[in-house]
């Protein structure tokens, strides 16, 4: 090697111990926090191994590190001190932070890769654990003992559930909504019905130790425990838990074992036969038992920050307001719910398709923030009393077809009933409004209406719009035989057509 060569390598070599020496006298535990060597990690001691990475809190993602990134927040309750501890065979990490149920505590750390287990602890609230072994992101919601709370969990965007073992459901919004993430009304549906419906019993019964991790609902596996979970929320009825309690009581006295549990005396369309574990008797007694002690949801409670709606269908409410801040609501959302007065004062009903279809409804009644009912909205539902605000403008098709409804005055403003609007409801009594312009093809086909004044502002009527009903008058306002041309085709009755 020639002179001039070694020179060159000499100073290349001073220059690199230049820049440890510089490193380490501005961070003299850098090399130490990078390796994991660091002593008076915590208040808990200083064994050998613990460390904190204070100076490393960056995101990489290597062979040699992990970087572990999320937020924190509680479901209900005061603020205080939460304790993150991360901890493998020879590392532990412990991290107080300040935590809420209005704002989330987001954090990012980084580790010498390694298997760590991972605990969230508040007192009052259930620890959260969780285990990791590669750079990953924690989404966790610290669920408060004291409230009653026998499952909660996040829908989507800042959108939140708790079940309370009262039977009492409290949709709620945590934190501010982040925009970013709601991009689009249809990237908020990618949940499933299934999903939202049981949401509730799948917590309920993975925190009772039964979690169902393969139970997708595109399984046999999955359907059945959807359909159970359904049956024993949101029905109510006495038969339902019985059922469970006599499948229950025969495994308890033998008669029900691991021979025969496909038969029909034994819960076949109730016990889960796959995975294998779950043929396991004790398992599917306990399964049974936390069945019939799983609370029937009895109320609803919404917030009024919420501005996405999940899929509620079944749930009951005895009172249920929807306010103008709802800015979407999943197709089928309050479908086959028994509430007792509905308030609605937001245009989601014009923008959701079967909105509260199959319902059992005392008291509708419809805000001034309203200009549409939607499509189906109120298809084959089963409805007391109605009140319609005067800012209505349209009545789209089927919006209350085959539902059971008696009387209705249709305000003023109304311009259009569309297609099959009524059509096969039990409606006997209607007041059109004095601007309609339109009445839709079938839109009172096969009602009960005997009666009905046609305002002198309606222009169009269409096919078979009165086809089926028992009418005995028909009373045409202004020019009385303006439609005598299409009386047949409209479905009025020959015997009642104005004469010339």
């Not at 993602?61 to 205080?80: H, K, L, M, Y």
Request: proline share 3%; hydrophobic share 40%.
């Amino acid at each position: 090697m020639n002179k001039k060569k070694k020179v060159i390598i000499l100073i290349i070599a001073i220059v690199i111990l230049v820049v440890i020496g510089v490193l380490i006298l501005i961070s003299p535990n850098l090399v130490k926090r990078l390796t994991g060597s660091v002593g008076d990690a915590n208040s808990e001691g200083t064994a050998t191994g613990e460390f904190i990475n204070k100076v490393c809190n960056i995101s990489v993602d290597n062979e040699n590190f992990i970087s572990v990134t999320g937020s924190i927040i509680e479901d209900s309750g005061d603020e205080g001190i939460a304790v993150i501890t991360f901890k493998s065979d020879n590392k532990v990490f412990t991290k107080e932070v300040m935590v809420s149920s209005n704002n989330f505590v987001d954090f990012n750390y980084v580790f010498p890769r390694d298997t760590y287990s991972v605990t969230i602890t508040k007192d009052g609230y259930e620890t959260y654990e969780t285990t990791i072994d590669d750079s990953t992101f924690l989404d966790v919601v610290l669920t408060n003992k004291d409230a009653g709370i026998i499952a909660s969990n996040r829908l989507y965007v800042n959108t939140y559930y708790d079940f309370y073992s009262d039977g009492t459901v409290h949709i709620k919004a945590i934190g501010k909504l982040d925009y970013n993430d709601f991009e689009t009304p249809s990237g908020l549906a990618s949940l499933s019905n299934a999903t939202l419906i049981v949401n509730f019993g799948f917590e309920y019964l993975a925190n009772h130790g039964l979690n169902f991790n393969n139970a997708s609902t595109g399984s046999d596996l999955g359907d059945t425990l959807t359909w159970v979970l359904y049956l024993t929320l949101f029905s109510g009825k006495p038969e339902i838990k019985q059922r469970f309690i006599e499948v229950y009581e025969r495994y308890e006295s033998g008669e029900c074992n691991a021979s025969n549990m496909s038969d029909s005396k034994c819960g076949n369309d109730l016990v889960l036969e796959n995975p294998t574990d779950l043929n396991d008797v004790d398992y599917t007694k306990r399964y049974l038992k936390l069945l019939i002690d799983m609370p029937v949801v009895t109320d609803l409670v919404i917030d009024n920050d919420v501005v996405v709606l999940p899929i509620l269908m079944g749930i009951t409410a005895k009172e249920l307001t929807i306010n103008n801040t709802i800015l979407y609501a999943i197709p089928n959302t309050f479908a086959s719910t028994n509430i007792g007065t509905f308030n609605v004062n937001s245009n989601v009903l014009a923008q959701t398709e079967n909105f509260a279809a199959v319902a059992k409804i005392n008291n509708l009644v419809i805000g001034n923030a309203v200009t549409s009912i939607g499509e189906s909205a109120f298809t084959e539902a089963e409805i007391d009393n109605i009140t319609l605000p005067i800012s209505l403008v349209e009545i789209k098709s089927n919006a209350f077809s085959d539902a059971n409804i008696n009387t209705m005055t249709i305000p003023n403003n109304v311009k259009v009933i569309d297609d099959n609007a009524f059509s096969g409801s039990t409606i006997s009594n209607i007041k059109l409004s004095n601007k309609l312009e339109t009445i839709g093809e079938r839109a009172f086909y096969n009602t009960k209406l005997t009666s009905i004044t046609i305002p002198s502002s309606v222009e169009t009527i269409g096919q078979n719009a009165f086809s089926g009903a028992p009418l005995t008058e028909v009373i045409i306002e202004g020019d009385k035989t303006r439609f005598n041309d299409k009386w047949a085709s409209i479905g009025f009755p020959s015997e009642l057509k104005p004469s010339e």
